[in-house]
């Protein structure tokens, strides 16, 4: 079973940058598809991000262009590229593993949640 431990969030001002880092433990970590989800206070948690194992990725529209999702099979590890960032990206961020690229209800293996804020 793939345990997962996000870190990297924190407070950044309107057009700064984040890079968040999910690290793996388990044998099983590549096999998975790897997600990045946020859910911001009143709000459904949404998909942002995900990669498939041989690098597919698919992003919420309203991120494209400014976060990139990488992995590290190597590393078990996952990161989030979160550049120009807006007042409305703020939320829980977290990274979870799946076996769909684009199916949320797919993904059972969660971390516990990193806070990013964006002023403005």
Same mark, same amino acid.
């Given at each position: 079973?793939?345990?997962?431990v996000?870190?990297g $969030?924190?407070?950044?001002q +309107?057009? &700064?940058?984040? !890079?968040l880092?999910? =690290? /793996?433990?388990? *044998?099983?970590?590549? #096999?998975?598809?790897m $997600?990045w989800?946020?859910q +911001?206070? &009143?709000?459904? !948690?949404e998909?942002v =991000? /995900?990669?498939? *194992?041989?690098?597919? #990725?698919?992003?919420?529209?309203s991120?494209?262009g400014?976060?990139?999702?990488? !992995?590290d ?8 590229q979160?550049n120009?960032?807006k007042?409305?990206?703020s ?7 799946g ?15 990193t806070?990013?804020t964006?002023s403005?």
């Amino acid at each position: 079973q793939v345990q997962l431990v996000e870190s990297g $969030g924190g407070l950044v001002q +309107a057009g &700064g940058s984040l !890079r968040l880092s999910c =690290a /793996a433990s388990g *044998r099983t970590f590549s #096999t998975y598809i790897m $997600g990045w989800f946020r859910q +911001a206070p &009143g709000k459904q !948690r949404e998909l942002v =991000a /995900a990669m498939t *194992r041989g690098g597919n #990725t698919n992003y919420v529209e309203s991120v494209k262009g400014r976060f990139t999702i990488s !992995r590290d099979n190597a590393k078990n590890t996952v990161y989030l590229q979160m550049n120009s960032l807006k007042p409305e990206d703020s939320a829980v961020y977290y990274c979870a593993a799946g076996t769909s690229i684009r199916d949320s209800s797919s993904y059972n293996i969660w971390g516990q949640g990193t806070q990013v804020t964006v002023s403005s």
